[in-house]
T-cell receptor, first 113, second 115 residues
Framework: DAGVIQSPRHEVTEMGQEVTLRCKPI?????LFWYRQTMMRGLELLIY????????DSGMPEDRFSAKMPNASFSTLKIQPSEPRDSAVYFC???????????FGSGTRLTVV | AQSVTQLDSQVPVFEEAPVELRCNYS??????LFWYVQYPNQGLQLLLK??????LVKGINGFEAEFNKSQTSFHLRKPSVHISDTAEYFC?????????????FGKGTKLSVKP
């Protein structure tokens, strides 16, 4: 298995632009998580899905952030419009529902200038 | 609600010395415990986990952790560290009830191994 695949690995964009981050979970995993990591705030859970359904989006910072999971093998995190304070590493992780650990992707390093 | 405390934000240690990274959690329900490692510019990787059974759990790269229910601790240890162990380590308990359980990540401990 190729693991959790995230794209792009790096993204540099100008303030005000739309940014879309992509994630392909491990085949057969039915939970998917989006995290944001910064030096100041550490790892923050933004949103997670079970069986493609958003369960908890209380970590999404504001309405500029949205996430979708149209099918079991693909999810997107969109920021529109982007702001410099959104600069961070965004991780996607997947797991089976239950007492199992998560498998993380390599992350997308987002820089908003 | 579940919470986790990693008592040390940074731990410097010399190569071949032993190390202990401390983790305490709070929980009133069944808990499962995980340690993750993050090498520079990489994602998080599962190091080891405790679900049930023996309280001493062995993981990858020579790490082990001991579950102590009375002290609500799950400290990570390695008897002799290498330069390559330099990374950030995250303790993550999971409250599991019914069909749902989510990991709660600590703030991390940066282990710096010096030659």
């Amino acid at each position: 298995d190729a693991g959790v695949i995230q794209s792009p690995r790096h993204e540099v964009t100008e303030m005000g632009q739309e940014v879309t981050l992509r994630c392909k979970p491990i085949s057969g995993h039915n939970s998917l998580f989006w995290y944001r990591q910064t030096m100041m705030r550490g790892l923050e859970l933004l949103i997670y899905f079970n069986n493609n359904v958003p369960i908890d989006d209380s970590g999404m910072p504001e309405d500029r952030f949205s996430a979708k999971m149209p099918n079991a093998s693909f999810s997107t995190l969109k920021i529109q419009p982007s702001e410099p304070r959104d600069s961070a590493v965004y991780f996607c992780a997947s797991s089976l529902v239950g007492p199992y650990g998560y498998t993380f992707g390599s992350g997308t390093r987002l820089t908003v200038v | 609600a579940q919470s986790v405390t990693q008592l040390d934000s940074q731990v410097p240690v010399f190569e071949e010395a032993p190390v202990e990274l401390r983790c305490n959690y709070s929980s009133s329900v069944s808990v499962y415990l995980f340690w993750y490692v993050q090498y520079p510019n990489q994602g998080l990787q599962l190091l080891l986990k405790y679900l049930s059974g023996s309280t001493l759990v062995k993981g990858i790269n020579g790490f082990e952790a001991e579950f102590n229910k009375s002290q609500t601790s799950f400290h990570l240890r390695k008897p002799s560290v290498h330069i390559s162990d330099t990374a950030e380590y995250f303790c993550a308990p999971m409250n599991y009830g019914g069909s749902q359980g989510n990991l709660i990540f600590g703030k991390g401990t940066k282990l710096s191994v010096k030659p």
